[in-house]
């Protein structure tokens, strides 16, 4: 098993940064391929980021690119999201997730964490 919980969420302005954190405990994290998904009201989850577990490979949706950046750190078991030039289109809650490969689909992650809320405002 795998835990993941995110932090950092929070209350922003439209051109603002916020940074996103989950701590990973349980099985070796390590040989995980972590993402990012989100989801606003009355929408479907969609993937945001993903990061390979060595950090060679990530990928981006194409809504986010140039603007966020996922990256790990496998000794301290954390996987980041850097958000900058927040848009209000970018509210959602934000899960972290845990998988075999890169992939951005829902189905292809194991373990998921409870989500934390951002807010982008106009």
């Known amino acids: 098993q795998v835990q993941l919980v995110e932090s950092g969420g929070g209350l922003v302005q439209a051109g603002g940064s916020l940074r996103l954190s989950c701590a990973a405990s349980?099985?070796?994290?390590?040989?995980?391929?972590m993402g990012w998904f989100r989801q606003a009201p009355g929408k479907e989850r969609e993937f945001v980021a993903a990061?390979?577990?060595?950090?060679?490979?990530?990928r981006y949706s194409d809504s986010v690119k140039g603007r966020f950046t996922i990256s790990r750190d496998n000794a301290k078991n954390m996987v980041y999201l850097q958000m900058n030039s927040l848009k209000p289109e970018d509210t959602a809650v934000y899960y972290c997730?845990?998988?075999?490969?890169?992939?951005?689909?829902?189905?292809?992650?194991?373990?998921w964490g409870q989500g934390t809320q951002v807010t982008v405002s106009s």
């Open positions: 349980g099985r070796t994290v390590s040989h995980y391929a």
């Open positions: 997730s845990a998988g075999a490969a890169i992939r951005s689909t829902v189905g292809e992650y194991d373990y």
């Open positions: 990061v390979s577990w060595g950090s060679i490979a990530t």
